[in-house]
């Protein structure tokens, strides 16, 4: 408890974790705003107040990896192995804030997003949260920003810089698993197993978008089913947070 207590202070008592939950909220929730506004016919499904969740994702991921590289950066990583010289034990601590803070964003951001939905739609008979896809809609978000936090996290502890685990992550997640289409022949195959647009299919996949205009929407490609989806990405981001941990633990810090 005393570990999770020191990576909480450290972790609130810089700027850049308030400012980044900031701009997750404003960028998710804002452009939901923007659709449920240009929503046709006044009718919108509970899909569609998701559909900006990746903005917030993208934005946590950064203020997870900038919670170890700024330790690496200004030197405090070095006093917090000399107080515990296992090393491991203050890196799951930093894990655990970091996961349970991005899901508590997440969590804001799913309801956010659906909430304001509600209030600007005319008709709101679609947005009802009837079924568990919907609710996978709703909450799903809060359970990928943990995992994608974690997952950030792992990259910046094998970095260490700042400039190099953002570029990583935004190159990949932004670039890299859309380009990786124009492959010829196995570029489809190899997408659907790259780990954003798996977590993609997990908040998105299965839904009922009969209020949208037809192929409207992100498309969710994916062989897997939403909740093996979740389990996928989940299981990518664990490995590369404990192969960080044991990095962590052999090299100087």
Known sequence: MTLLAVERIKLFTTRSPWWCM??????SIGFTAIIAANSTEGA?????SAFTHQFGLMVIMVMAALAITTEYRFGTIKATFQAVPDRISPLVAKGVVVALLSAVVGLLVGFGSWGLSWLIVSDRSQLALESA???RHVLGVSLVFAAGSLLALGVG??????AGAVSIILVF???VENLVTL???IGDD???WLPFTVANKFVLGEADSSGLPEGAG?????ELSPWGSLAYFTAIALAFFVVSLVVAKRRDA
């Open 133 to 135: 896809n919907d609710w």
């Open 173 to 175: 997640a932004l670039l």
């Open 22 to 27: 900031v701009l997750a909220l404003g960028l």
């Open 218 to 222: 992100p498309p969710v490609p994916g």
């Open 183 to 185: 492959i010829p022949k």
């Open 157 to 162: 502890t094998l970095v260490r810089q700042t």
């Open 44 to 48: 919108m499904p509970v899909v569609a």
């Open 190 to 192: 190899i997408q659907k």
